[in-house]
């Protein structure tokens, strides 16, 4: 089994910066994909980021240019930096990682990021 655990949620005004971090209770082994995924009230959960052992990323086109997901894999933690934030970016956030063998898939408890305007 694999906990994360995920720190740096809050309250921001708009334009502001937040920096998430998720970190997990052991290495990783094999291929993955690191995630951050968030959660509207009345919205189904969406990906907001990804970036795979190689360091390939892709961005929900709502955050490009905006958040930056990067990872330290010596670390077992990953990071999404929020920059420009808007109210619309306001949800719970979640941190996930796919086991690429299994399609397993592990979740944080999810932190709340909102954004006044």
């Known amino acids: 089994q694999v906990q994360l655990v995920e720190t740096g949620g809050g309250l921001v005004q708009a334009g502001g910066s937040l920096r998430l971090s998720c970190a997990a209770s052991?290495?990783?082994?094999?291929?993955?994909?690191m995630g951050w995924y968030r959660q509207a009230p009345g919205k189904q959960r969406e990906l907001v980021a990804a970036?795979?052992?190689?360091?390939?990323?892709n961005y929900a086109d709502s955050v490009k240019g905006r958040f930056t997901i990067s990872r330290d894999n010596a670390k077992n933690t990953w990071y999404l930096q929020m920059n420009s934030l808007k109210p619309e970016d306001t949800a719970v956030y979640y941190c996930?990682?796919?086991?690429?063998?299994?399609?397993?898939?592990?979740w944080g408890q999810g932190t709340q990021v909102t954004v006044s305007s």
């Open positions: 996930n990682i796919r086991i690429i063998m299994s399609q397993y898939d592990y």
């Open positions: 052991r290495s990783i082994f094999g291929s993955n994909v």
């Open positions: 970036i795979t052992n190689g360091g390939t990323t």
